[in-house]
Protein backbone atom coordinates (compact mmCIF):
# COMPACT_ATOMS: atom_id res chain seq x y z
CA UNK A 1 0.00 0.00 0.00
CA UNK A 2 1.57 3.52 -1.18
CA UNK A 3 2.54 5.69 1.94
CA UNK A 4 -0.52 8.04 0.79
CA UNK A 5 -2.90 5.30 0.73
CA UNK A 6 -1.99 4.38 4.39
CA UNK A 7 -1.86 7.74 5.49
CA UNK A 8 -5.32 8.64 3.86
CA UNK A 9 -6.76 5.01 6.22
CA UNK A 10 -5.41 6.07 9.29
CA UNK A 11 -7.10 9.25 9.17
CA UNK A 12 -10.44 7.81 8.30
CA UNK A 13 -12.26 7.95 11.71
CA UNK A 14 -11.00 11.74 11.90
CA UNK A 15 -14.11 12.38 10.28
CA UNK A 16 -15.76 13.01 13.16
CA UNK A 17 -12.80 14.64 15.04
CA UNK A 18 -12.38 17.34 12.72
CA UNK A 19 -14.22 20.45 12.60
CA UNK A 20 -13.21 21.52 9.13
CA UNK A 21 -16.06 21.97 7.54
CA UNK A 22 -16.66 24.15 3.81
CA UNK A 23 -19.93 23.42 1.99
CA UNK A 24 -20.85 26.87 0.31
CA UNK A 25 -24.74 26.92 0.45
CA UNK A 26 -26.85 29.17 -1.21
CA UNK A 27 -30.91 29.36 -1.57
CA UNK A 28 -32.76 32.06 -3.94
CA UNK A 29 -35.69 33.38 -4.56
CA UNK A 30 -36.45 35.79 -7.57
CA UNK A 31 -38.73 38.43 -8.85
CA UNK A 32 -41.04 35.85 -10.36
CA UNK A 33 -41.05 33.62 -7.04
CA UNK A 34 -39.18 30.87 -8.29
CA UNK A 35 -36.66 28.99 -5.79
CA UNK A 36 -32.97 27.35 -6.23
CA UNK A 37 -30.58 25.99 -3.94
CA UNK A 38 -26.93 25.00 -4.93
CA UNK A 39 -24.30 24.01 -3.17
CA UNK A 40 -20.24 23.78 -3.07
CA UNK A 41 -18.09 21.75 -0.97
CA UNK A 42 -14.14 20.23 -1.14
CA UNK A 43 -15.74 17.33 1.15
CA UNK A 44 -14.52 16.03 4.33
CA UNK A 45 -10.92 16.57 5.27
CA UNK A 46 -9.08 13.56 5.05
CA UNK A 47 -11.53 11.60 3.15
CA UNK A 48 -10.71 8.93 1.37
CA UNK A 49 -10.38 8.79 -2.28
CA UNK A 50 -13.81 8.09 -3.99
CA UNK A 51 -15.82 9.13 -1.29
CA UNK A 52 -19.22 10.60 -2.32
CA UNK A 53 -20.28 13.25 0.16
CA UNK A 54 -23.60 14.77 0.89
CA UNK A 55 -23.22 17.69 -1.70
CA UNK A 56 -23.63 16.27 -4.97
CA UNK A 57 -26.80 13.85 -4.06
CA UNK A 58 -30.16 15.71 -4.34
CA UNK A 59 -32.50 15.12 -0.61
CA UNK A 60 -29.33 14.79 1.26
CA UNK A 61 -26.57 18.09 1.17
CA UNK A 62 -29.60 20.20 -0.80
CA UNK A 63 -32.66 20.18 -2.02
CA UNK A 64 -35.10 22.20 -3.46
CA UNK A 65 -38.99 21.75 -4.20
CA UNK A 66 -40.45 25.14 -6.19
CA UNK A 67 -43.92 24.68 -4.69
CA UNK A 68 -42.62 24.78 -1.11
CA UNK A 69 -38.58 26.08 -0.29
CA UNK A 70 -35.46 25.14 -0.23
CA UNK A 71 -32.38 23.24 2.35
CA UNK A 72 -28.47 22.90 2.32
CA UNK A 73 -26.71 21.29 4.43
CA UNK A 74 -23.07 21.55 5.74
CA UNK A 75 -21.22 19.61 7.86
CA UNK A 76 -20.88 15.58 8.08
CA UNK A 77 -22.17 14.74 5.11
CA UNK A 78 -22.83 11.07 6.21
CA UNK A 79 -25.06 12.23 8.72
CA UNK A 80 -27.19 14.18 6.03
CA UNK A 81 -27.45 11.75 3.58
CA UNK A 82 -28.70 8.81 6.41
CA UNK A 83 -31.02 11.22 6.82
CA UNK A 84 -32.66 12.70 3.86
CA UNK A 85 -31.76 16.10 5.52
CA UNK A 86 -32.48 18.53 3.12
CA UNK A 87 -35.49 16.89 1.52
CA UNK A 88 -36.69 16.18 4.77
CA UNK A 89 -36.58 19.77 6.12
CA UNK A 90 -38.44 20.81 2.79
CA UNK A 91 -41.15 18.36 3.31
CA UNK A 92 -41.37 19.82 7.12
CA UNK A 93 -42.03 22.88 5.22
CA UNK A 94 -44.05 21.01 3.11
CA UNK A 95 -46.44 20.58 5.88
CA UNK A 96 -46.52 24.06 7.29
CA UNK A 97 -43.65 24.51 9.12
CA UNK A 98 -41.94 27.67 9.28
CA UNK A 99 -37.97 27.09 8.22
CA UNK A 100 -36.66 27.89 11.44
CA UNK A 101 -38.52 25.40 12.93
CA UNK A 102 -37.82 23.05 10.21
CA UNK A 103 -34.44 23.08 10.15
CA UNK A 104 -34.71 22.55 14.55
CA UNK A 105 -36.96 18.95 13.91
CA UNK A 106 -34.35 17.96 11.42
CA UNK A 107 -31.40 18.81 13.43
CA UNK A 108 -32.96 17.06 16.63
CA UNK A 109 -33.97 13.80 14.74
CA UNK A 110 -30.41 13.06 13.53
CA UNK A 111 -28.90 13.72 17.36
CA UNK A 112 -31.22 11.51 18.87
CA UNK A 113 -30.49 8.82 15.94
CA UNK A 114 -27.13 9.58 16.43
CA UNK A 115 -26.34 10.68 19.83
CA UNK A 116 -22.81 10.53 19.64
CA UNK A 117 -22.28 13.59 17.96
CA UNK A 118 -23.93 15.10 21.46
CA UNK A 119 -20.59 14.73 22.83
CA UNK A 120 -18.23 15.00 20.23
CA UNK A 121 -17.10 18.26 20.29
CA UNK A 122 -15.78 18.29 16.82
CA UNK A 123 -19.04 17.00 14.90
CA UNK A 124 -20.93 19.44 13.27
CA UNK A 125 -24.22 19.43 11.13
CA UNK A 126 -25.60 23.09 10.16
CA UNK A 127 -28.67 23.79 7.82
CA UNK A 128 -30.38 26.73 6.15
CA UNK A 129 -33.93 26.62 4.55
CA UNK A 130 -36.14 29.29 2.63
CA UNK A 131 -39.79 28.72 2.20
CA UNK A 132 -42.10 30.30 -0.95
CA UNK A 133 -42.78 33.19 1.15
CA UNK A 134 -39.13 34.23 1.46
CA UNK A 135 -38.72 33.31 5.34
CA UNK A 136 -35.81 32.07 6.38
CA UNK A 137 -34.33 30.03 9.02
CA UNK A 138 -31.27 27.49 9.85
CA UNK A 139 -29.01 25.76 12.63
CA UNK A 140 -25.88 24.30 13.85
CA UNK A 141 -25.08 21.65 16.26
CA UNK A 142 -22.80 23.54 17.99
CA UNK A 143 -20.73 26.72 17.78
CA UNK A 144 -17.04 25.67 17.16
CA UNK A 145 -14.10 27.97 16.13
CA UNK A 146 -16.24 30.10 14.19
CA UNK A 147 -19.63 30.97 14.64
CA UNK A 148 -22.07 30.09 12.34
CA UNK A 149 -23.53 33.03 9.93
CA UNK A 150 -25.30 33.20 7.22
CA UNK A 151 -25.69 36.25 4.55
CA UNK A 152 -29.10 37.19 3.89
CA UNK A 153 -29.87 39.95 0.93
CA UNK A 154 -33.39 41.06 0.22
CA UNK A 155 -33.61 42.61 -3.69
CA UNK A 156 -31.22 44.09 -5.71
CA UNK A 157 -29.93 46.85 -3.98
CA UNK A 158 -29.58 46.39 -0.15
CA UNK A 159 -26.76 45.41 1.25
CA UNK A 160 -26.76 41.53 2.78
CA UNK A 161 -26.71 41.63 6.53
CA UNK A 162 -25.29 38.52 8.38
CA UNK A 163 -27.20 36.43 10.60
CA UNK A 164 -25.64 34.90 13.48
CA UNK A 165 -27.25 31.07 13.16
CA UNK A 166 -28.64 29.60 16.93
CA UNK A 167 -27.22 26.55 18.14
CA UNK A 168 -28.76 23.23 18.96
CA UNK A 169 -26.31 22.47 21.55
CA UNK A 170 -25.27 25.74 23.61
CA UNK A 171 -21.35 25.18 24.57
N1 LIG B 1 -20.75 18.23 3.86
C1 LIG B 1 -19.43 18.05 3.32
C2 LIG B 1 -19.18 16.57 3.11
O1 LIG B 1 -19.54 15.77 3.94
C3 LIG B 1 -18.35 18.59 4.20
C4 LIG B 1 -18.43 20.06 4.48
O2 LIG B 1 -19.50 20.60 4.76
O3 LIG B 1 -17.38 20.67 4.42
O4 LIG B 1 -18.57 16.23 2.13
Known amino acids: ?68 GGACCTGIGELAIKNAAAFAIVERMRAGVDPKRACDEILQRIVKKHPEVKTNDKAQLAFIAMNKAGAVGAVALRKQKTVFRYALARGTSAAPSLVEVKTLIAS
Open 1 to 68: MCIGLRWQKSKRDSFWRDDHHDTVCCIGLDAKGDLATAVSSSGLNNKLSGRLGDSPLIGAGSYCDNDV
